[in-house]
């Protein structure tokens, strides 16, 4: 050993002192930049992963705001048709009282109507009825003033106007 160690020209002292100053520089090299540079890469490591966790926590959030926000739609949807069909409904309720009380109006309008045509029909039957009571005295007065004596003359008198009464009836 002793030959290689003349033949390569190496000196053991040189040998120990490259070993010591490349185990100094080793160690300041780990105690700067090594050290650090793990710690460094470790917390954003961390912070990487902590962003990625994040990142999910705010899709599934997001997800389930998606569907809150489809469920509130739908519920809006159907509370609004059940608005619109409450207000159509009133419409149609509204329309029949008004129709219904039209109707009624005209019922009244048409009886009173009824009431007044018959009664001036009776007015007019009565008003006839004693012009041709007139008519048919003073005819039967002008015919049998000479012949008949008033017994006869009220008795023709009222079966003609009884016979009209039947007749008008």
Known sequence: MESIITTFHIDWRLLIAQAVNFGLV???????????LTK?????????????????????KLQVAEEEK??????ARVQSQ????????RSAE???????RAKEQVKK????????????????MVEAKSEIVEVVTAAVNAV??????????????????????QTTK
Do not use: C, Y
């Not at 489809?70 to 519920?75: A, E, P, S």
């Not at 059940?82 to 159509?88: L, M, Y």
């Not at 017994?151 to 003609?160: C, I, N, Q």
């Open 26 to 36: 080793v160690g300041v090299l780990w105690w700067f930049a090594v050290k650090p």
């Open 40 to 60: 460094l890469m470790a917390e954003r490591s961390a912070t990487i992963e902590k962003s990625l966790h994040d990142a999910e926590e705010i899709t599934k």
């Open 70 to 75: 489809r469920q509130l739609i739908n519920h």
């Open 82 to 89: 059940e608005i619109i069909a409450q207000g159509q409904a």
């Open 94 to 100: 509204a329309t029949a009282l008004a129709v219904n």
């Open 109 to 124: 309008i048409i009886e009173e109507s009824k009431r007044e045509i018959a009664n001036e029909q009776k007015k007019m």
């Open 144 to 165: 049998l003033a000479t012949a008949v004596d008033k017994k006869v003359d009220a008795k023709l008198v009222e079966e003609t106007v009884s016979a009209l009464n």
